[in-house]
């Protein structure tokens, strides 16, 4: 089965949503790793709870973002990381962090990407007054919440819509997208293809998210 590691730094629900799932016996990811740059992360407890190994690499406590990536990156390959899943996690990787786990390294984002980069979607969202927003899994590139586009999913926005309101109906469906998003992967079933994915052939399961 495939190796992920998940680096979050708050909540988690995203990992809690890869750790119900990779408990299922048929799918084909399990976790090696979670990891948090934050060491009050609810999540750590979360992961804890579940018997999975959990790791803090505190950023403040580094002079520089590159000696402090270059301890995230020891400690994934040291759990033998095959797939890193960014849940939440709020720090900018630099370029050679990323280039070092390219196609190996998945996010999710809570816009319909390439709308709505960065933080505060569900603010500018309701803002601009769109009609639909949605969630995004994709591969990770060095331009923040940019990279080959792996599952989105649909929300409708309503008339009332709060940004709390709006944020927990659009993470419902990132915890399923996530979920997919990793099946996919793990399964050999998508790859990226220049700035795309290519899927093989395959319908996606839950037709109709996407
Ligand atoms: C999620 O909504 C995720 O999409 C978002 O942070 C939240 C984390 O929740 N990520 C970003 O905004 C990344 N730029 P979680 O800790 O409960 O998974």
């Known amino acids: 089965r495939m190796q992920l590691g998940i680096l979050i730094s ?13 408990a299922g016996r048929d799918y084909p990811a ?6 948090s740059n934050v060491a009050s992360a609810g999540g750590l407890e979360t992961a ?11 950023h403040k406590a580094y ?3 590159a000696e ?3 301890d995230l990156d020891q400690a994934l390959r040291d759990h033998g990381v095959e797939l890193v899943c960014l849940a939440g996690f709020m720090r900018l990787l630099d370029k050679d962090f990323v280039k070092r786990w390219h196609d190996r390294m998945i996010n999710i984002h809570p816009s319909l990407l390439p709308s709505y980069r960065g933080l505060k979607t569900h603010e500018r969202v309701l803002e601009d007054g769109v009609r639909f927003t949605g969630c995004t899994v994709h591969y ?3 331009q923040m919440d940019e990279g080959p586009i792996i599952m989105q999913a649909v929300v409708p926005i309503d008339d009332h819509d709060t940004p709390q309101k709006l944020a927990r109906r659009v993470l419902a469906y990132e915890h399923k997208i996530y979920v997919e998003s990793v099946r996919l992967i793990a399964s050999g079933n998508i790859r990226p293809r220049g700035n795309k994915t290519a899927s093989k052939g395959l319908k996606f399961p839950k037709k109709g998210l996407i």
């Open 68 to 70: 402090f990536e270059r």
């Open 140 to 142: 990770v590139r060095p």
């Open 63 to 65: 002079p520089s973002r």
């Open 48 to 58: 804890r709870a579940a018997g999975i190994k959990t790791i803090v690499i505190d």
């Open 30 to 35: 399990e976790i090696a790793l979670v990891l």
């Open 10 to 22: 708050g909540r988690g629900s995203n990992m809690k949503a890869l750790i119900d799932a990779c």
